[in-house]
């Protein structure tokens, strides 16, 4: 796992390399994690995979976040993880909402990590954020033709109330 | 004619031989029945003591409700319960609801044991389908009788929103004797108040598989425009 100023190391590389793509850091709870303009990812993933003494080879997780009110609105993180120095390093593409019913868009890196097919798969189906470049981007737990994005915090919760005695007063007259 | 029986009734109380003698004397009779030898008063005392009178409809509810056949469908945690009252510790058995059938073909009773995701319930509604008259579905557990704890956009709130429910069981999950109660509970409707059925509840009579097809004299006669067998037509049918 990189110490915070390792963090800040591969931060300063990665800047060198790519201008612009890490856009801060952050070290919480023994754990680094970049955060990126969500236009670079797969120079980003690419270059820590490939590159001789990052070698993240292993993508251990890919999920999203949905940061509302927040901005910009979502996160989806990459879990990296080196097999052979066993350090995790965490990498958070900080997408935009582009609002007016359109979804969001991060490059696929299912090239980098056949992997995250499924992963981006359900990110897809829970937030609705578009993996360019995926090779079969469909629903894969919600039904086919469901509606929404139902992780989405802005997505109502669902369900029905039911009758407790708690809140039976608030409904005069339900024996009816 | 009502003194004879009368007469006969106080003659015949008999149900439990009262002394070996009269074991023996009943083990004689039932032998000389099979020999064809039996006659007279003697017929006439056998058949006091060893007939039993019933309707057709008793003696099929009775029948149908000892040996209802659940389907091998388990949604959730409750499947461990309902798994759990099929083994030696609690024996089901002993009310005829353990030979849990892989088919709903020989299945007559599904136990909807766990919270019904959206995407189960054409499933569930499927093998409901394809269950054999008569059939009965348990609503097992506070999830899939409404919801429960599964108040979200993933779960069907409450069972009986897509299949029509004879018995639901409270409980997170139940215990296997609360199981075994909705089971005896249905027998009992089964048996005693079969008017009680969900049919009647729903308003839904006229509904059975029996009473879908279409009458003899509507059936008409091949014209060669349709395909008989192939992918149902406009108006549905055929496989679902």
């Known amino acids: 796992m990189p110490d915070a100023p390792g963090l800040e190391l591969i931060a300063q590389e990665l800047n060198e390399g790519f201008e612009g793509a890490v856009t801060s850091t952050y070290f919480e709870h023994g754990q680094g994690a970049l955060v990126i303009d969500p236009e670079r990812v797969l120079d980003v993933l690419g270059w820590l995979r490939d590159t001789p003494g990052q070698e993240y080879r292993f993508l251990s997780s890919l999920h999203c976040a949905d940061y509302m009110p927040g901005e910009p609105r979502f996160g989806v993180h990459y879990e990296l993880l080196c097999m052979q120095r066993v350090e995790r390093l965490g990498v958070k593409a900080a997408v935009p909402d582009p609002g007016d019913g359109e979804l969001p868009q991060v490059d696929s890196c299912t090239n980098l990590f056949p992997t995250a097919e499924f992963h981006e798969r359900e990110v897809y189906d829970f937030f609705g954020i578009v993996f360019r470049g995926h090779p079969d981007l469909r629903r894969i737990l919600m039904p086919e033709d469901y509606e929404g994005w139902p992780l989405r915090r802005d997505f109502p919760i669902g369900g029905e109330p039911v009758l407790f005695t708690h809140n039976e007063v608030e409904t005069p007259g339900w024996w009816e | ?240």
């Open chain 2, 1 to 240: 004619m009502e003194v004879e029986r009368r007469k006969l009734r106080q003659l015949s109380p008999v149900d439990q031989p009262r002394s070996p003698d009269e074991l023996r004397v009943r083990q004689l009779r039932a032998r000389d029945l099979l020999r064809d030898e039996l006659a007279g008063q003697d017929l006439e005392r056998h058949v006091e003591e060893r007939v039993l009178t019933t309707t057709l409809e008793r003696a099929q509810n009775w029948a149908r409700s000892n040996a209802m056949w659940p389907a091998t469908f388990g949604l959730a945690c409750c499947a461990i319960e309902m798994m759990s009252m099929v083994g030696a510790r609690y024996d089901t058995a002993r009310y005829g609801a353990e030979v849990f059938r892989a088919s709903p073909r020989q299945a007559d009773m599904l136990i909807l044991s766990g919270r019904v995701a959206i995407k189960m319930a054409p499933v569930i509604r499927r093998i409901y389908d394809q269950m054999l008259e008569p059939k009965w579905v348990l609503a097992m557990g506070a999830c899939s009788s409404s919801g429960g704890m599964f108040a979200n956009y993933a779960v069907v709130q409450g069972a009986d929103k897509f299949v029509p429910v004879d018995i639901h069981i409270p409980g997170c999950p139940p215990r296997p004797e609360a199981l075994m109660h909705g089971i005896l509970k249905l027998q009992r409707q089964i048996q005693g108040q079969p008017d009680l059925g969900w049919r009647q509840r729903y308003n839904a009579i006229g509904t059975e598989e029996w009473s879908r097809r279409p009458p003899a004299g509507e059936l008409t006669p091949h014209t060669g425009d349709a395909p008989s067998v192939g992918p149902p037509g406009p108006n549905g049918g055929g496989l679902r």
